[in-house]
């Protein structure tokens, strides 16, 4: 069995341990690993760390078996009492982690020759993490070892973790699979007694079978809750008598067997299939292509309704009606399977927090709300960078030092939320910190130097201040740090989140914080749209930023200060003319109508020719032509077979 066609599930099974463990390491800087919340976090961290060495294994990766066995063992010993973190120590696992994750990049990478040498030593790491148990592990290799009858074969002496739970059953299993690589001559103590109240897990074998080590050692490793397996050459020398058993090595879920085998003991186990028949995990290329199906299946659908609906025949208008719904139903099953809680992405942040606040010395309270708010996966994916730039941008712009803080009567710790809320057919995804705010003061006097704004100006307001700091460049860094400095944050930002059809939205107070608002739709492949025209051109408006529409009346449009407006329930609001946008001539105003546009508090008309309806869309990417507006983010295909470009609304308010 080749086990570079599962390189993707352990990758993808790989990262998500790799989130627990620096989640667990996280919350164990704040409490002792002997309370409560403490033991749950080294229970957590071990758990993932022994799964992680399993797994690689299964594979043959060493340099990641080697290191996760040696956090395994420091954090078996904290499981069991004989050891306490200190500070020392966390930072230690912190550093393995990193180390961790390098190595399964490095390991699973699927061009190994172009993989860093480096990540894949980890030997001064397990050196450091093994030299915290060098006399304990002493003094249990010095305790005297279950004797076995003499007889053929091999001694296997094997301990189970400490607090497995059901160890005789356990135990039982490790027999069974040792049986499956040969005959076993004995068990001591019996299978019978392993039942019993009294076992500890350690228990020892005499195995018959033609392999070698590591294929010993890696078949029982991967019964799970292995905590070591030795193979034993006790059979009688010449002066020597037989109770002076000679090790002959030690591993411990690492070997360098047969990875075919490997596989069919780790993955062929009864106790695995279980988990597998509820969940399946799909490769996102193929979810795209059921949405891409899924779509041309709507369009196709609309088409057969509006000649269903030429022709007046009732059996073939209940045959459209009902093909209609199933498609319907189709695809949102399939945009169903996309969705995914954000937690999924943001599960990674506190360890980006926490690094960027022990990096400046800062002390910060990270919060996270509404985990389970669902959003398309690709999309979710696309956001994480942006996201990643706010809150390093929070801990380095935002939050004081802890001396600051005090002197203007804070908290030591700077609190900083992230979360996430449904509004309407859009996710809002909230950055928002309760530092300094931004220095409008400092910001107004680069702008001007750069003459981005007038010299006369003396207040920039929360959306002219977004407009300024997302100016490719600008930064009012003094220094450029590991963290800022280089005037690329905002404005990558502002550049992804709009590519992704969605705002952004600044609020800033004065000693009081910073918020950074994220609004995005659900998913970008099928979104609903309110239909329009203008001359003999169709276009798209996303409904996420349409409030209402209205029959444009002459009486309704005053000029103020030069610019077209509407009152509307005594609001002014401006217009905008799609004709004007996209460079068709002018026309009377009478007979259009006026599309009302809302972005956070920004609010203006849109005046179109014509209201088509709505319609729930499939957006079709494009690469728009040199000198084109860029108010479209993509097009449709209309139910008659034509195109309509879709507007990007946040481009025109």
């Given at each position: ?92 696992l912190f550093d393995a982690a990193d180390a961790l994750e390098h190595a399964v990049e490095a390991s699973a990478s699927a061009h190994p020759q172009s993989a860093n040498p480096s990540a894949l030593d980890v030997a001064s790491l397990v050196d450091r993490l093994q030299g915290r148990r060098e006399v304990a592990r002493d003094r249990e290799r010095a305790s005297p070892m279950l004797l076995l009858p003499p007889g053929e074969g091999v001694a296997v002496h094997v301990h189970l973790e400490p607090g497995t739970l059901l160890p005789g059953a356990r135990a039982q299993l490790v027999v ?302 003094d220094r450029v740090t590991e963290l800022s400095g280089r005037g690329v944050g905002i404005d990558a930002v502002l550049s992804r989140v709009r590519a992704l059809g969605g705002l952004v939205d600044l609020r800033s107070t004065d000693g009081a914080g910073t918020s950074f608002s994220l609004r995005l739709p659900v998913t970008l492949a099928v979104i609903p749209a309110l239909l329009a025209r203008v001359g003999d051109e169709s276009y798209a408006v996303p409904l996420t930023h349409v409030t209402e529409s209205l029959q444009l009346a002459r009486g309704c449009v005053r000029t103020v ?93």
């Amino acid at each position: 069995m080749d086990p570079a066609r599962y390189r993707e599930l352990f990758l993808t099974e790989a990262r998500d341990h790799l989130i627990v463990i620096n989640q667990a390491l996280i919350a164990l800087e704040h409490v002792p690993s002997n309370g409560g919340a403490g033991r749950e976090s080294v229970d957590e961290l071990f758990r993932a760390v022994h799964t992680v060495k399993g797994m690689s294994g299964v594979m043959g990766y060493d340099a990641v078996g080697a290191l996760s066995h040696a956090m395994e063992t420091l954090l078996a010993r904290v499981r069991a009492g004989e050891e306490a973190l200190d500070g020392e120590q966390v930072s230690l696992l912190f550093d393995a982690a990193d180390a961790l994750e390098h190595a399964v990049e490095a390991s699973a990478s699927a061009h190994p020759q172009s993989a860093n040498p480096s990540a894949l030593d980890v030997a001064s790491l397990v050196d450091r993490l093994q030299g915290r148990r060098e006399v304990a592990r002493d003094r249990e290799r010095a305790s005297p070892m279950l004797l076995l009858p003499p007889g053929e074969g091999v001694a296997v002496h094997v301990h189970l973790e400490p607090g497995t739970l059901l160890p005789g059953a356990r135990a039982q299993l490790v027999v069974a699979r040792a049986r499956s690589l040969g005959t076993v001559v004995a068990v001591v103590p019996d299978e019978a007694a392993m039942l019993g109240d009294g076992f500890d897990g350690t228990f020892a074998l005499r195995l018959a079978a033609a392999c070698d080590e590591a294929r010993i050692i890696s078949a029982l490793s991967a019964a799970g809750y292995v905590r070591e397996v030795r193979v034993v050459d006790d059979a009688p020398r010449e002066g020597q008598a037989s109770e002076n058993a000679r090790p002959r090595g030690e591993v411990a879920a690492v070997g360098d067997g047969d990875a075919g085998e490997r596989f069919e003991a780790a993955w062929g186990s009864d106790a695995l299939k279980a988990p597998l028949q509820r969940y399946v995990r799909i490769d996102l290329r193929r979810l795209d292509h059921l949405m891409t199906l899924a779509g041309e299946l709507m369009i196709v659908r609309g088409r057969l309704a509006q000649r269903a609906a030429r022709h007046g025949d009732p059996v073939l208008e209940d045959a459209v009606g009902e093909a209609s719904r199933l498609i319907s139903e189709l695809q949102e099953g399939v945009l169903g399977g996309r969705m995914v809680p954000v937690w999924q992405v943001f599960d990674r942040f506190p360890r980006v927090v926490r690094d960027a606040a022990r990096s400046l010395g800062k002390e910060v309270e990270f919060v996270v709300e509404g985990r389970e708010i669902e959003l398309d996966r690709a999309l979710l994916e696309q956001v994480a960078d942006p996201l990643v730039h706010l809150l390093r941008n929070a801990v380095d712009h935002g939050i004081e030092s802890p001396e600051v803080r005090v002197a203007a009567g804070k908290r030591p710790a700077g609190r900083l939320t992230l979360s996430a809320t449904r509004e309407r057919s859009a996710v809002v995804i909230r950055v928002q910190d309760d530092g300094r705010g931004v220095n409008r003061a400092k910001v107004l006097a680069k702008a001007r130097a750069l003459g981005m704004v007038d010299a006369e100006r003396e207040r920039l307001e929360d959306d002219e201040l977004l407009r300024v700091i997302s100016r490719a460049g600008f930064s009012t860094a003094d220094r450029v740090t590991e963290l800022s400095g280089r005037g690329v944050g905002i404005d990558a930002v502002l550049s992804r989140v709009r590519a992704l059809g969605g705002l952004v939205d600044l609020r800033s107070t004065d000693g009081a914080g910073t918020s950074f608002s994220l609004r995005l739709p659900v998913t970008l492949a099928v979104i609903p749209a309110l239909l329009a025209r203008v001359g003999d051109e169709s276009y798209a408006v996303p409904l996420t930023h349409v409030t209402e529409s209205l029959q444009l009346a002459r009486g309704c449009v005053r000029t103020v200060r030069g610019r077209e407006v509407i009152v509307i329930r005594e609001e002014v609001l401006p217009l905008l003319h799609l004709r004007d946008i996209v460079g068709l001539p002018a026309r009377d105003v009478a007979s259009s109508h006026v599309v009302m546009l809302s972005l956070a508090d920004r609010r203006a008309g849109l005046v179109v020719d014509q209201l088509l309806g709505q319609e729930e869309i499939v957006v079709k990417p494009f690469d728009a032509v040199r000198g084109a507006a860029s108010c479209f983010n993509g097009a449709t295909i209309m139910s008659d077979g034509s195109a309509a470009l879709i507007l990007e609304a946040s481009s025109l308010l």
